[in-house]
Structures are given as C-alpha cells and as structure tokens.
C-alpha cells in the first residue's frame, strides 16, 4: 500500500504499464501510484513485486504506474534483465505475453519519440508516429513474429532497443519524404526486425570490444540473411524483406549481402541505413562510446555519396534540428 506522498510536477516520472512489472522479481527504482497531481509510493526500491500486490493494481483498474525520470536507466537495466525472459516463458499464455510486449515496444517508442528527436513533436506528429507504431507493434503481435522477437530481446536487448530507435528515425524521415502510408508501416517494420539474425551471432561476438577477427566479421556479417531467413514464415511485405535483408548495403557497391548500387538500393532501405548509422553512433556500443547528435552527423557526412544517401541524410538533419517533421 502507498505509505509515502510526494509532491512533485508530472516532469519527474515516467509513465509504465504494471504489466512490465513481473511477479518475484525486483528492480532498484521506486514505483509511484497517482493521485490526481499526488505520487504515491507503492514499491520501494529493490522491494520484490509480490503477486499479491500485483493482483490488487489489476483489481482496482490501475493501467499506468509511475516511475522517477531519475531512475530511467534503472528500469531499463529492469527491462532488460527479466523482459526476454518472461516473453519465452512457456508457462504463461501467449495472450498475456503478447500483451507484455506490445506495452514494453509502446513504451520504448514513446521514450524514442520524446527523447531522441531534439526538436520535439507536435502533438499532432505525436499521434501519427505513435499511430504507425502501433501498427508496426500489433503486426509482431502473431505469434510467429513474437517468437523471433522475443529470441532477439532475450539474446540481446540493446540489439532490440537499437530496432526500435531506427524504427523511430526512418519513418520520421519517410514521412518527411512523402511516401505511401502502406511503405511507411512496412518499412518501419523492417526496422524493427532490422537486426533479428543477430539472435543466430554469438553474444561474445556481439558485446567483443575490440576488433573482431575475419571469422568473426564473416559471421556479423551473415545477420541480414539469417534474418530474412528467420522471417520466412512471417506474412511480411517487400519494403519489410527489403530493409532486413539490404540495410548493410552502401551506394558504391561496397555494402552486404548483395553489393547493390546506388538506386538498385530501394529508398526506404536508404533511409533505413542512415538511422542505423546514425543510431549506431550515437549509442554507446561495446567497441565505441556514445557519440553527441552532431559528431555522429560530422561523420556521416564523411560517408554520403560512398555509402549514404545524401538527400536522406539531409533529412534526418532536418528532423534533428526540429525543422518541420512530417
Ligand atoms: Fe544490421
């Protein structure tokens, strides 16, 4: 029960669903009930969340639970350490799982929209991405989808939080390029399976700090194969197939698996390359430290015409410097 009230504004929390809390397991961040403009603590830190309690939210119709903004990267660490695993729990009904991860995908996307695009949307832009978002969400919802996305957050959960930031950037910036709605879904959907052949590369592999070996890079290196490969059996479109198996791609021809040039590369996948670059960078990897939004621009721009398109590219400068979005 909550035996502690703050008074602080909305800015200092962050909304969740109480489903992403899982029962016996524990995170070290707080979680606040609302009361009209009242936070209420009803979990402490490191406190394990008990069935019981959990039970008595879903009881009273509690949908949204709260925590610190302080503690953002605490609930992420949360995330990561227990979502893969309860998705591929066989115990539990897919239904229930299937909910699970559309509320912990919804949630990412909205932390990407708020804040990885400095510029800020308005709230008609908002609704819109969130629109296509959730399109793009329920589509994994089908089980054979689920399934491989569930391997992916349980190998490797940056891989899958990287997927949702590309989703983010690429159908922002298709937007921006005025492409049929149909491409957009679907291609935000390749970006959100962008990576999903890295569940078949070893984690020592993907995590290596140094220089991988040649053996090693032939084996990253299969992932947009091995994805398409895992998708077989998912009711995908082209644009979706297309940016999964050609994302690695580069306008000189120097790219993978194909050695596609120019506009033999379609110009959804383009622009889905660009936000993987620019995510990439801009992230903190196991090789590299987090890059500012304008070093990662500095160095791109060093690769438009060899490997990126420099019309998309303009683009995702433009997102970025929170010019008109959409
Ligand atoms: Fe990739």
């Not at 229930?96 to 308005?122: C, H, I, T, W």
């Not at 008609?124 to 089980?143: D, M, N, P, S, Y």
């Amino acid at each position: 029960m909550p035996d502690q009230a703050l008074e602080l504004t909305a800015g200092y929390y962050f909304a969740i669903s109480p489903r992403l809390l899982f029962p016996h397991s524990r995170g070290s961040f707080g979680v606040y009930l609302r009361l009209k403009e009242r936070y209420l603590l009803w979990a402490h830190p490191d406190e394990p969340f008990s069935d019981e309690n959990l039970q008595k939210l879903k009881a009273n119709g509690v949908d949204e639970v709260y925590v610190l903004a302080a503690h953002r990267e605490q609930f992420e660490a949360y995330l990561e350490g227990n979502l893969g695993q309860v998705l591929l729990d066989d115990s539990r009904p897919m239904a229930a799982r299937a909910k699970v991860f559309y509320d912990a995908s919804l949630g990412m996307l909205r932390e990407a929209f708020q804040n990885r695009l400095p510029g800020g949307l308005s709230a008609q832009q908002h609704q819109k991405l969130l629109q296509l978002a959730t399109t793009g969400v329920q589509f994994l919802l089908r089980e054979s989808s689920l399934k491989s996305v569930a391997a992916l957050i349980s190998h490797h959960y940056q891989t899958y939080s990287h997927c949702v930031n590309v989703f983010v950037y690429t159908t922002v910036m298709l937007g921006r390029l005025g492409l049929p709605e149909e491409t957009v879904v679907q291609t935000g959907l390749g970006a959100l399976l962008h990576d999903i052949g890295k569940t078949r590369v070893s984690r020592k592999i993907l995590d290596k700090p140094v220089k991988l070996s040649e053996s090693e890079r032939q084996k990253v290196q299969a992932h947009p194969v091995l994805g398409a490969g895992l998708c077989a059996g998912v009711p995908l479109g082209q644009p979706a197939l297309n940016g999964i198996l050609f994302h690695h791609e580069w306008l000189d021809g120097s790219g993978y698996p194909a050695g596609l040039e120019g506009a033999e590369i379609p110009l959804p996948v383009r622009a889905l390359a660009v936000a993987d670059v620019y995510d990439a960078l801009v992230s903190k990897r196991a090789y590299a430290e987090a890059r500012t939004p304008f070093d990662a621009l500095s160095v791109m721009r060093q690769e438009l015409e060899s490997h990126l398109d420099p019309e998309v590219y303009k683009h995702l400068v433009l997102v970025l410097s929170g010019a008109e979005l959409l």
